[in-house]
């Protein structure tokens, strides 16, 4: 794909390639084959950190997760001399696995995908030699460019770092992000502008609008302010649509 000078927002009807179940949905790849990179081009970019993954929101997406082979979209979530290891079992599934070190170590990698989006997920494992040290496991993921078609946003969830968004039909999903709009809390900057940004947003069409890539002018003075406020990064969060509403009219 060549490069674009041009800015381009986003909208929910210009990315709609396929079902999930039978590909990617809202994906734009960007290459450079000569300089050997390959990410998303709109998708934001998601690393999951296992400190992140103890959250119930964390284990609820988890638990949906499928296993799978891994293909070309799991490798561009990992460095290139690391796409091997995409490919090797765990040393709890063969202890001669090149991922294995020291008999019992292992940094293998295991390959995903969230069926409601079709969206790829690749999980890093980090494992001590022995018994009694670390074993645990990070992700790298895409967040989606919008919820699905066929609902409207009614919650959004946030504890340890993370966003969420769920649906009128109760579906979780990683709150929709694009690209270079990364999402934070707590402070006077530009993660807790794009955030509210986005809030301000779905409050405004009652829960209709979901694209990510909201211009930070659009972002409401009260949204912005708790975005901003330390009470917004205390514990677990959650901000019903109704929340969302009623500080439009603060």
């Known amino acids: 794909m060549p490069r674009w000078s041009a800015t381009w927002t986003f909208k929910a009807v210009d990315l709609n390639l396929t079902d999930p179940d039978k590909g990617y949905l809202n994906f734009v790849l960007y290459t450079e084959a000569r300089h050997g990179i390959a990410s998303s081009s709109q998708n934001a970019e998601l690393t999951i950190e296992a400190s992140q993954t103890v ?8 638990s949906r997760l499928v296993r799978c082979e891994p293909n070309a979209m799991h490798c561009t979530l990992v460095d290139p001399r690391k796409i091997p290891a995409l490919f090797h079992p765990c040393v709890t599934e063969d ?11 292992c940094l293998c990698r295991r390959s995903f995908y969230d069926p409601e989006f079709g969206l790829p997920v690749v999980a890093e494992h980090f494992k001590h030699a022995g018994t009694g040290g670390t074993d645990q496991w990070s992700y790298q993921t895409y967040a989606p460019l919008a919820l699905r078609p066929d609902e409207t946003f009614e919650r959004f969830i946030t504890g ?31 993660g807790p502008h794009a955030l509210a940004a986005y809030l301000t947003q779905v409050a405004r069409s009652d829960g ?19 975005t901003q406020s330390k009470a917004a990064e205390r514990g677990t969060n959650e901000l019903s649509l109704s929340d969302l509403r009623a500080m439009l009219e603060s």
């Open 208 to 226: 209709a609008t979901t694209a990510a890539g909201v211009p930070y002018e659009r972002a409401h003075p009260a949204i912005r302010d708790w």
């Open 55 to 62: 959250t119930p929101h964390f284990q609820e997406w988890l």
């Open 160 to 190: 340890r770092g993370l966003f969420w968004a769920r649906t009128d039909k109760s579906l979780l999903s990683i709150l929709p992000q694009r690209q270079a709009h990364g999402y934070n809390i707590g402070y006077s900057g530009g």
């Open 95 to 105: 202890k001669e696995s090149p991922s294995a070190i020291d008999g019992s170590g």
